[in-house]
């Protein structure tokens, strides 16, 4: 008689949109790396719009609320998790896990032997003091986030903001760095697409993320305004801020050095032609373009700031911090940094460990119920 092999552990992750982000893409870097065999691999989303949806590999199950705004899907969430009864609930974006967590003492009566994780996308006191919508959250969240059994923080600096900040016990925070999928950003640093795409006769500097208040671009405007002709700045991304930058960048007379790309289905050849990848973030939860950008074997120019410190940044190896808003020292940094002779397979070796397979793994342990 043969033995059955075991039921495959049913896990359902929940996303607002698969739009191009950090927590959108660590939900996908999740569902698509995790074994098939023994895991039942659901994903939902409130609405199927979004850039990164068709990357979704083809066994995982898509469960789609139809619904623009998450308030208005919870009662068809709720009603999905009753009747599909998974093991592991896993939300990973901070207004769609206040709207799990208002719902848990609904679902716990009919999920009793449920895993609710939540992983946290941001420091959540430091979040609350630059945004009102998110001060409004936190006050609730709060009061909720400790229903979670499992609370994923990304670096032990966002660890023990959430257990002082929330009063959430230690105990049930795990402490989990982004995974970085390497093999797909060499897969399409490999692609066929045009390599032509930064000018030849300048000093290329690559920022990415979206155009909004939290990665303060306009400080990198202020530091191209001390810079000379043979510098120019690319930054690759959309976003409500667009307009005020395009506004800076004509105050500071520098259009001729600055260019905003918008979206790009392949930022990774951007910063593979770069000579340089900048962050000028106010704060950051982990942040994925420096893992990225040391994936191309690019040197990074940081502003230190919460979340973006020796953690991450090693000093002079994959990149290099500089002072909040001291624009002259990042303008040093970057003539200095940018003709640098820095071997890109050093920078390489140093983000192994965010490997997506390594990362993944940690996640297993804590889905199979073995931390």
Do not use: W
């Amino acid at each position: 008689m043969q033995n059955s092999r075991p039921e495959p552990i049913k896990i359902f992750f929940i996303i607002h949109q698969m739009a191009t982000g950090g927590a959108t893409r660590v939900i996908l870097n999740l569902v698509n790396n995790l074994e098939r065999d023994k895991f039942d691999i659901n994903l939902v989303v409130f609405t199927d719009i979004g850039e990164l949806l068709p990357q979704v590999k083809e066994h995982v199950k898509i469960n789609n609320l139809n619904s623009r705004r998450v308030a208005f899907g919870v009662k068809k969430l709720v009603a999905l998790l009753i009747r599909e009864r998974p093991k592991v609930v896993f939300s990973g974006i901070t207004h769609v896990n206040l709207a799990v967590a208002l719902a848990i003492p609904i679902l716990r009566p009919f999920l009793k032997d449920t895993l609710f994780i939540t992983r946290e996308v941001n420091i959540p006191s430091i979040r609350a003091k630059y945004l009102k919508k998110s001060k409004n959250m936190d006050y609730i969240y709060k009061r909720v986030i400790s229903r979670f059994d499992v609370i994923v923080a990304q670096s032990e600096y966002m660890k023990r903001d959430i257990a002082s900040s929330y009063g959430v016990d230690s105990k049930k925070i795990v402490v989990i760095n982004n995974p970085i999928d390497i093999d797909n950003i060499i897969q399409k640093l490999n692609s066929r697409e045009d390599k032509k795409i930064l000018p030849k006769d300048k000093i290329n500097i690559v920022a990415v993320g979206m155009l909004r208040r939290q990665k303060a671009f306009e400080r990198l405007l202020y530091v191209f305004k001390l810079l000379d002709n043979r510098y120019h700045l690319h930054i690759i991304g959309e976003g409500s801020e667009r307009k005020k930058l395009e506004e800076l960048i004509g105050k500071l007379k520098i259009g001729e050095r600055v260019t905003l790309h918008g979206l790009q289905k392949n930022p990774y050849i951007y910063m593979k032609m770069s000579n340089l990848v900048v962050l000028s973030s106010l704060y950051e939860g982990f942040p994925n373009v420096i893992l990225e950008a040391n994936a191309c074997g690019k040197f990074v120019i940081a502003n230190r700031c919460d979340g973006v410190d020796e953690e991450i940044i090693i000093d002079g190896l994959n990149g290099i911090l500089v002072e909040s808003n001291n624009y002259k020292e990042f303008a040093e940094a970057i003539k200095k940094y940018s003709l640098a002779d820095i071997d890109p397979n050093d920078i390489i070796t140093t983000i192994e460990k965010y490997n997506v397979k390594n990362i993944v793994e940690i996640y297993k342990k804590i889905f199979l119920g073995e931390r």
